[in-house]
């Protein structure tokens, strides 16, 4: 089950990777981010689960998966989350000096 | 739960993420964004971690689903702007 | 591992001292001459012109003394430097691409320190292993004008203000050869016996061709420091005292021609040898401390040239090939030939009747006194040094007499002989229209096109598309795991 | 416990700011200097406790396997060293320009201080991960602060790249937890000793290739010279003097400590992308007509001397790298607040148009004279010192191919160097062409900018010297020393 837990985010994370780089909407660069980052919580919580655990919340009885990583988890989509809102934030402002969300046509720094 | 629900529900999760990435319509992928979150929340929730599912149902399907609506109806009419400033 | 041990600061001996008077008794000499040149505004300017030679002056008596090969780069990279402000004033261009070659030379040189620190522990100037010697020949032959690292030497030469262009003839392509000096020993094989015959056919060759006079002494400079590459790469203390005495003697009369040229150029306004003339009525004078130059620089008895190449002949015969000796036999001839040329261009036929000397500068006036102040310095250390050879001679174990031998009198009577004739019969050749061949310097400029390509990918890799700049990202992370 | 103060203060200042500007509406400049100079000292007593008594503070008392823990050895104390005295001087010239007026900014500051001295901190990777992240974001948006679009679209550049960065990041350490089962950097340096080859190759690639993107090594750093010539004067300053030295700190920290002993090819890798660096940046350097995205360029070639320091894997090769790490603080922070002001004063950055400042400003055009000679290489100053230092410790680690590129990349620095000097000198156009001369705008006093600039100068020319003596080699080679040496880390933190 951990194994499929873990091809499944790495085919998750591909797929955003995938997106980011081909998809030309600032949109879907954002999404793809936002795939790339579920698919590595995904990691951190199989790698933490215990077949036949219980979860680690106060009165269980017999063997607890490991805790640490869920607190990670949460650590970690709060700021992946703070990372996509700052990211439209800036789509929003952007879009009143181009007037688009065409990722090739916002080039004006190069060189 | 059963491996083969696991599977299932894997599977689905790799479509909605294909999805996502494939379809052109911005509204339609975001939805399908908030779709995926709530299957990865069940995902963490078989795994055995419960407190991290809710976060990510309330976060992920939730919040950043909204932020997206936001932020999408905000850049969705681009003559209404230009046309402001032309005139 | 900078410098291990505080005596390896400083290494004194007789080379590195009379290295150091010369360069003192050169920037003595070219600050004289330097009131009667410059022609600077501003006091700032000014300022830069006379005291670079002798911020050029303290670092080089630096470099000479240094006992490890990281201060001897530092102090060398900062001599460059002090030059490069005065060529500067003159010539941006000119002065960019010698500080550029500089300090690629720098570099180089720097690299092979660093390695021979991490080889042996130590960097105390002397001989290195043979595995890095090609850093440290490549370093120092930047500064010592080696075939295709000379590129910068005639263009620099010839576009600096005069006092800087005796300097850097006179001492800073030397410094390069001290550092040679340095490096040699029995087992650094013949490459340093072949790059000189090289330089000094080559130099000479090209020499002939010039019309610019500066950029034809230029070209002797490469001539002249090929005998004392050859003589150094002998390897033997006879043939490093050879080295040692030429260098001397072509640092004072290479000075001594740079300086007469710049005299030229400022009185007649130009220093092309199409247009001067007839120079030997008007600045008597300074023709006759030419006449000292040219006859020094062609080996005539009695002048510092004279003993200096005979000592390196010396040298030559200790090594088995007699293909280095007979190189500089005829590159001897090649310099006959080419001073005749300065000099009946320049000094002896008419001048080209719309070129007007500035009254200024003229015989009489105050300029004229410094300048040829400045030029008697090193002419009568040139006449010194020829008489009396006796010090350099006793340095490789030779008598002052066995110099003046027939054994070494006859070929010079010979070349000259040779080079005058071959003079008076092609002097039409000589006189009518340009024959340059371009020289590497050209090349190297050319070539500057091929690198367009480079900037151009370089240019669309900061395409400003974020895409692009992913797809490099997931690129890079390939190559990472590939190369892991 | 002075570990534990060097992060909160700053971060309760971040958090105050709003108060205080909810309070009283204006917030003045001498409140924002005295929290700077509180949170500074704080840094440096952390500096301080961890250069003489290596220290490790455990939060909340768990123990270091699942608790997090703080370690402050010379490592981390050389560069809370560096990144005080750079955020200082950010903070000095930003207070004089803007005054206390825009208290976002200082929020944003201080945040961006805290997390930073939570990343020279840390002893867990995880850790290092959300105090990287809580720094990338205050960076971002300082960035974009202006909200010109130049500064929206290089945020958001810097934003995607930066996340993506991030994700790997994020990814390695999940691989490692994965793997080992602890995210204590100590004890992982002991339990990836034994670990299989394969993960071992995917973990250090995820983290090599998520920090050099946060670092701007050549092959990956593109979002670095659109952010550092978009941000205003303070802003580059900081980014170019100090935010990118935490990422090397944290490249070096994670690389040294994970890789020294188990994946030698790792460092290989860094070489190779420090070579790039090198060419790369110091090549689009000289194709650049704006003064501020040429001296960007030129950040990029001195991260690659950096990384060729620290792909020596030596402890002569972390001590000379550290060293160009401080050396470049003070040299870029100079020429960027010199460059900022200068063309603020003529209202352009193109560097053809700042001409004739030899006559209106000589002092600040001396300034950067020394400055970027400095950064080029002449010899008694700091610049060539360090990449000395460089070359000398790369020629120890056996390869000449690196010490020729920094041979190369110097010739190439110092042609555009020389270019905008010469451009600086040149007497401009004002007295040849007929239009009528400007009308000259009266010089703003910018004293304590000049100030700043005028020490770190002069402090170029300190070090310089100072190289020479013992007692400073000694300093710089105790640092290599901390930072190569696995085993006495792991011994601290797990007090074996």
Not at chain 2, 61 to 85: D, N
Not at chain 3, 53 to 58: I, Q, R, V
Not at chain 4, 156 to 178: H, S
Request: charged share 10%; proline share 4%; with cysteine.
């Amino acid at each position: 089950m951990i194994l499929l837990s873990y091809a499944t985010a790495i085919i998750i994370f591909c797929i955003g990777l995938y997106t980011i780089m081909v998809r030309r909407n600032l949109f879907k660069t954002v999404l793809g981010l936002a795939l790339m980052e579920s698919a590595v919580l995904l990691i951190i919580v199989s790698s933490g689960y215990i077949p036949g655990g219980v979860p680690p919340i106060a009165p269980f009885s017999g063997q607890a998966v490991n805790p640490l990583p869920h607190a990670f988890t949460l650590t970690a989509i709060v700021i992946g989350a703070s990372d996509i809102a700052l990211a439209l934030a800036f789509i929003v402002k952007l879009h009143r000096h181009y007037r688009t969300v065409d990722l090739d046509r916002i080039r004006g720094l190069r060189g | 739960m059963s491996l083969s629900f696991m599977i299932f529900l894997y599977v689905f999760l790799i479509a909605t993420a294909l999805v996502i990435s494939a379809i052109n319509d911005i509204l339609s992928a975001v939805i399908t964004l908030s779709v995926f979150g709530i299957l990865l929340a069940t995902a963490f929730a078989i795994l055995q971690a419960p407190d991290v599912a809710l976060t990510q149902a309330v976060i992920n399907s939730g919040i950043v689903t909204a932020l997206f609506l936001v932020a999408f109806s905000q850049t969705e009419k681009p003559e209404c702007y230009s046309e402001e400033e032309e005139e | 591992m900078m410098f291990d041990t505080a005596h390896e600061l400083f290494r004194i001996d007789t080379f590195s001292m009379v290295m150091s008077a010369l360069v003192v008794f050169m920037t003595v000499a070219v600050s004289i001459y330097s009131p009667g040149y410059c022609e600077e505004r501003t006091t700032f300017r000014r300022a830069v012109f006379y005291g670079a030679p002798w911020l050029f002056c303290l670092f080089s008596c630096l470099g000479v003394v240094s006992g490890s090969w990281f201060m001897f780069t530092i102090s060398v990279e900062l001599s460059s430097l002090a030059l490069f402000f005065i060529i500067l004033l003159q010539d941006p261009k000119a002065a960019r691409l010698y500080i550029f070659s500089q300090l690629l030379g720098a570099g180089f040189l720097l690299t092979g320190t660093a390695l021979l620190g991490a080889l042996t522990g130590a960097t105390a100037i002397g001989p290195v292993p043979g595995d890095i010697l090609w850093l440290f020949l490549t370093g120092l032959g930047f500064k010592a004008a080696f075939p295709v690292l000379h590129f910068w030497l005639p263009q620099v030469h010839g576009k600096a203000p005069t006092p800087a262009s005796a300097l850097l003839s006179g001492f800073a392509v030397k410094i390069g050869v001290f550092g040679i000096a340095r490096l040699v020993s029995p087992d650094t094989g013949t490459v340093l016996p072949f790059l000189g015959s090289v330089m000094a056919i080559y130099g000479v060759g090209q020499a002939l061709l010039q019309h610019d006079a500066k950029r034809l002494l230029a070209y002797h400079t490469v001539s002249q420091l090929g005998y004392i590459v050859t003589a150094l790469g002998a390897g033997t203390s006879l043939g490093i005292a050879a080295g040692f005495f030429h260098t001397v003697a072509h640092a004072l009369f290479k000075g001594l021609l740079f300086l007469s040229v710049g005299t030229l150029e400022k009185v007649y306004g130009t220093k092309d040898l199409d247009h001067l003339g007839g120079a030997a009525r008007e600045l008597p004078l300074t023709f006759s401390l030419f006449l000292v130059g040219a006859l020094a620089i062609s080996g005539f008895p009695g002048f510092s040239g004279y003993a200096s190449k005979a000592m390196v002949k010396a040298a030559l015969y200790e090594i088995p090939n007699p293909l280095w000796y007979w190189a500089l036999q005829a590159a001897g001839v090649g310099t006959v030939i080419s001073f005749c040329k300065v000099g009946y261009f320049a000094f002896i036929r008419e001048r080209d009747p719309g070129l007007r000397p500035h009254r200024e500068h003229m015989p009489g006036g105050r300029k004229d006194l410094m300048r040829n102040t400045g030029m008697a310095l090193p002419a009568a250390a040139t006449l010194t040094l020829g008489i009396f050879p006796g010090f350099f001679a006793g340095l490789g174990g030779l008598e002052s007499n066995s110099l003046f031998g027939m054994k070494d009198l006859l070929p010079a009577a010979a070349t000259f002989a040779l080079g005058i004739s071959l003079f008076w019969i092609l002097r039409k050749w000589f006189g009518s229209g340009k024959h340059e061949i371009p020289d590497i310097d050209t090349l190297i400029s050319k070539g500057s096109r091929l690198s367009a390509p480079v900037f151009s990918i370089l240019q669309s890799m900061n395409c400003g598309l974020l895409r692009f700049y992913i797809v490099a990202v997931v690129a890079a992370g390939l190559a990472l795991m590939f190369l892991m | 416990m002075t570990l534990v103060l060097a992060i909160m203060l700053p971060l309760l200042s971040a958090f105050l700011i709003p108060f205080f500007h909810l309070a009283r509406k204006t917030l003045s400049a001498g409140l924002i200097s005295i929290m700077g100079l509180a949170s500074i000292s704080a840094a440096l007593a952390a500096a301080y406790t961890g250069w003489y008594s290596p220290a490790v503070s455990l939060m909340g008392g768990w123990a270091p396997d699942i608790g997090i823990a703080l370690v402050g050895d010379r490592l981390s104390s050389a560069f809370l060293l560096l990144t005080s005295i750079g955020s200082g001087a950010a903070l000095a010239c930003a207070l004089e320009k803007f005054g206390g007026g825009p208290w976002r900014f200082y929020a944003l500051f201080f945040l961006l201080l805290g997390s930073m001295n939570g990343i020279l901190l840390t002893g867990d990777l995880f850790n290092l991960f959300v105090f990287y992240e809580i720094f990338s974001v205050a960076a971002y948006l300082l960035v974009a602060f202006s909200m010109s679009w130049q500064a929206l679209e290089a945020g958001l550049k810097y934003l995607v790249l930066g996340t993506i960065g991030a994700l790997f990041i994020l990814l390695g350490t999940a691989f490692t937890f994965m793997a080992t089962g602890v995210l204590n950097m100590a004890l992982l340096a002991e339990a990836l000793a034994s670990i299989p080859r394969e993960t071992l190759t995917a973990i250090s690639a995820c983290l090599v290739l998520g920090l050099t993107i946060k670092t701007g090594a050549f092959p990956v750093h593109f979002w670095l010279p659109d952010a550092h010539s978009s941000a205003q004067t303070a802003v580059s300053a900081l980014l170019s003097g100090v935010l990118i030295k935490v990422s090397i700190y944290a490249l070096m920290r994670v690389c040294y400590i994970f890789f020294l002993g188990t994946n030698g090819t790792v460092f290989l890798a860094i070489t190779v992308t420090g070579s790039l660096s090198v060419l790369g940046g110091h090549l689009m350097a000289l194709r650049q007509d704006d003064i501020k995205r040429l001296l960007a360029y030129s950040t990029v070639a001195q991260i690659g001397y950096i990384l060729i320091g620290i792909g020596c894997a030596s402890a002569a090769g972390a001590a000379a790298a550290v060293f160009h790490t401080f050396n470049h603080m003070l040299m870029k922070m100079g020429l960027f607040i010199t460059a900022g002001n200068l063309s603020e004063e003529k209202g352009t950055r193109e560097i053809c148009g700042l001409t004739g400042l030899w006559k209106s400003h000589p002092v600040w055009v001396a300034v950067f004279a020394v400055l970027s000679a400095a950064i080029v290489g002449i010899p008694p100053l700091n610049g060539f010192m360090s990449k000395w230092f460089i070359i000398l410790s790369s020629a120890g680690a056996g390869t000449v191919i690196p010490a020729l590129v920094i041979a190369a990349g110097t010739v190439i620095s110092a042609a555009y160097y020389l270019r905008i000097l010469s451009a600086f000198i040149s007497p401009g156009e004002g007295s040849s062409s007929g239009l009528p001369p400007s009308v000259p705008r009266k010089p703003r006093r910018r004293s304590i900018s000049f100030a700043i600039v005028g020490s770190f100068a002069l402090l170029c020319l300190v070090l310089g010297v100072m190289a020479f003596s013992p007692f400073f080699r000694e300093c710089f080679s105790s640092i290599g020393q901390t930072a190569v040496d696995v085993e006495a880390y792991v011994g601290l933190v797990t007090g074996r």
